[in-house]
């Protein structure tokens, strides 16, 4: 019925259309056909009126006026009549210089439409000029109205006859178009309803047989599809039930997804699809991610230890693209109880080594004190007294990066200015660069304060300094300064030595890793001069890397927070 009706409407509005535009066009050519004959007799009665001397003016008058089927009037250039084809002139009063007379006495062609006061009805008046005045000719519009009015009646039958016509043609069609239509609803249904083996045959090459041809196919990739997603689906379940790490898919509504076996072995009750997440896990730090990713949309890290008894998991929560976030929660117990053990190693072995390795230093310089200028015992005891000074800085380095790593420090972080920073860098740095030759320049200084622990970012500069010293020389300056950052205040110290080849630069702040190996052990440093510095800036939640360039120098960049007015007065770690 919808269909029929739609027929009939777009029926009912062209003929209503075709009607109104034939009629409107068929009045504007009469119209511009009277308008224009009328216009020529009028040329043509004025002409006459300054060149016929054989006939009296009321004589042209008359003849012309009956001519033209037109009233007929001649007036001079102060209004007065001279002649009319149906009232006597003498009985008429002086004409008002109306449109069309005020045209032709500036010698002009006039016209005007307007309603005659005499006999009442609409008028076409044109008037021309001639020797001493106007000639106008008036045609009634009455015979135009009535020819209209024929025409309508004309145009409304045969608008009926077609309306009539096409809509018995249109029933048809929409009858037939609707139990095809009705066919591939039904079709659609059994798609929409997993029915995907369901087919649709439609012979006909029209624009509903395409479309019918159209779904038809969809349906079978569809069902191709669908069938390649549950078999990539079994996979990633396999594969997600296989990982040792446990993973959690949350819907945006807080609700579990889907979890994995591991996962499942680790909720206290095993989890329930389509429950509320707190319910399996109440981590504040795991919902506090799971909820971040999901809303901000963007990854979230967390360490989670009240998940199980003695145990802390490594939270990384990802949103979804539908919505929602998925956790994969990381067992790192084990790892941290090693890197635990690791370090307390490390420090322990330094605190041994350092007394031996004193004892060893001592007698050494005893020894080349008391041995003679020619001995030739005095080059191995130097050998041995710089080994042990260099073994010596390096259990230093050793127990200061594992109390920094395991938090064991303690800083005074406080709101320090970055200009100051730079300044007392530069000063305690200065002599040092110029023994080497080298020029100490600040280049920017920010006016901002910063969170940070002075001794612990002197010995950052220090390490920095130290490095570039080393093995930046060849530049012959370097240049520190402090800049405003996103967040924060990034300090840098750039060289223009030799540069650091691309592949050395993520590894660079790794503990006992050298870029030269044979050139480091001659400077005697000890490999862990960046390490150092890193740890300590990520205490002060800041971030430190480096960029370089083959033969266009190197430059080491740190970030330090902004200070705030609820800055803590101090925090785990401390002065190094």
Known sequence: MRLLAAFVLVIATATATIDFSTRRAWESSLRQEIDRSLRQKTTMF?????????????????????????????????????????????????????????????GEIGTDTRTNRTLGIDSLFVAAPVSGGAARLAYPLSDLGAATLQLRKTLLIGSALAFLVALVLAAALAQFTARRLQRIVEFAN?????????????????????????????????????????????????????????????????RVQWANQRMNSLAPQRTRLNAPIVETVR??????????????????????????????????????????????????????????TRRDFIANVSHELRTPLTSIQGYAETLLDISPENNHSREFLEIIRK????????????????????GEQRF???PVAAAEILQ???????????????????????????????????QVFSNLIDNALKY????????????????????????????IPFEHLPRLFERFYRVDKARSRESGGTGLGLAIAKHIVLAHDGAIRAESE??????FLFTLPLATDSSPASSSGGPV
């Open 46 to 106: 004025a002409n006459r009126v300054n060149t016929d001397r054989g006939h009296s003016l009321q004589d042209i008058v008359s003849q012309e006026g009956q001519a033209a089927g037109a009233r007929a009037t001649v007036i001079d250039v102060t209004g007065k009549v001279l002649a009319d084809s149906e009232v006597a002139a003498s009985a008429m009063q002086n004409l008002p210089l109306s449109p069309e007379f005020a045209a032709a006495l500036k």
């Open 190 to 254: 059994k798609i929409a309803g997993g029915e995907l083996t369901a087919r649709i045959a439609e012979a006909s090459g029209d624009e509903i047989g395409q479309v019918a041809a159209a779904l038809d196919k969809t349906a079978r990739h569809v069902e191709n599809n669908f069938a390649s997603l549950r078999d990539g689906q079994r996979q990633l379940e396999t594969l997600l039930n296989s990982m040792e790490d446990a993973v959690i898919a949350v819907g945006p509504d807080d």
């Open 283 to 340: 981590d504040p730090d795991f919902l506090r991610a799971v909820r971040g990713a999901s809303v901000a949309r963007k990854v979230f890290t967390a360490r989670a230890t009240s998940i199980l008894p003695g145990r802390t998991f490594d939270v990384t929560a990802a949103p979804m693209p539908g919505g929602g976030a998925v956790a994969v929660l990381r067992d790192l117990t084990e790892t941290e109880r090693v890197e635990k």
């Open 387 to 406: 080994n042990a000074h260099r073994m010596s800085r390096l259990t230093e380095d050793l127990l200061t990066l594992a109390r920094v790593e395991s």
């Open 412 to 414: 005074d972080i406080q």
């Open 424 to 458: 007392e860098a530069v000063q305690n740095f200065r002599e040092l660069a110029r023994a080497h030759g080298i020029d100490l320049q600040v280049e920017d200084s920010a006016p901002d304060l910063v969170s940070a622990d002075r001794e612990a970012i002197h």
């Open 472 to 499: 930046a020389g060849s530049g012959r300056r370097l240049v520190l300064g402090a800049r405003r950052a996103e967040g924060g205040v990034e300090f840098y110290v750039c060289d223009f030595g030799p540069g």
């Open 550 to 555: 083959l033969n266009h120098g190197s430059v």
